[in-house]
């Protein structure tokens, strides 16, 4: 089974800074999908930002960009520009790439952003 | 609003009770999801519809838990003689099939408290 990790169960950043979130995973597998979802306090969670294996660029949107090292199995989520809104739980997620491997989406445990003014 | 509907949004129960929780997926999303997330974890699968077929099934789905999706549209998740373990936030999320990029939308979940 594919395991995602987050090492970091809590960050800071001061509005306006960068910060990296960072996150690892295991897999055998050659193509597969990975994907940042944000979680605000007592809201739903929505995707930030996703990544396609077999795609060499990075994925950026807008302030939200990631470092997917394949090799290394690692994607972190960079956030510029820091704004009170980033302030949430985020969760990193690894999805298998067909139907042969399952469709879930594997999380970690998530990394609590907190944003001061 | 035409994003993934959960209801209730909080239920509270008492040990033993049966408790069922709906979702309402995004209208042409064939796909569908149940997870459960506990206090300080991500997400964990439960299952998987594709359209009426219940295609996949976690070891987290004991006896007690049954899904359903009767007519491709709508999903009933229901537990029988709930326990105090079962106390989590229950997550819905729906796709398409064969569009985007494996993403899938998350409604807002209900939170169950056993008691």
């Known amino acids: 089974a594919q395991t995602v990790t987050q090492s970091q ?49 990075n ?17 972190s989520l960079k956030i510029s520009d820091s704004q009170l809104g980033d302030a949430a739980m985020y969760f990193c997620a690894y999805r298998a ?21 | 609003d035409t994003g993934v509907s959960q209801n209730p949004r909080h239920k509270i129960t008492k040990r033993g009770q049966n408790v069922t929780f709906r979702c309402d997926p995004i209208s042409e999303h064939n796909r569908l999801y149940w997870y459960r997330q506990t206090l300080g974890q991500g997400p964990e699968f439960l299952t998987y519809f594709q359209n009426e077929a219940q295609l996949e099934k976690s070891r987290l789905l004991s006896d007690r838990f049954s899904a359903e999706r009767p007519k491709g549209s709508f999903s009933t998740l229901e537990i029988q003689r709930t326990e105090q373990g079962d106390s989590a936030m229950y997550l819905c999320a729906s796709s398409p099939v064969g569009g985007g990029a494996g993403e899938q939308f998350f409604g807002p979940g209900t939170r169950l408290t056993v008691l």
């Open chain 1, 9 to 57: 169960p809590e960050m800071s950043v001061q509005e306006a800074e960068t910060v990296t979130l960072s996150c690892t995973y295991d897999t055998s597998e050659s193509d597969y999908y990975l994907f940042w979802y944000k979680q605000p306090p007592s809201r739903q969670m929505i995707l930030v930002i996703r990544q396609e294996a077999y795609k060499q660029q």
């Open chain 1, 59 to 75: 994925a950026t949107e807008n302030r939200f960009s990631v470092n997917f090292q394949k090799a290394a199995k690692s994607f």
């Open chain 1, 97 to 117: 790439p067909n139907s042969n491997s399952g469709y879930a989406l594997n999380f970690g445990k998530g990394t609590s952003l907190l944003v001061t003014p």
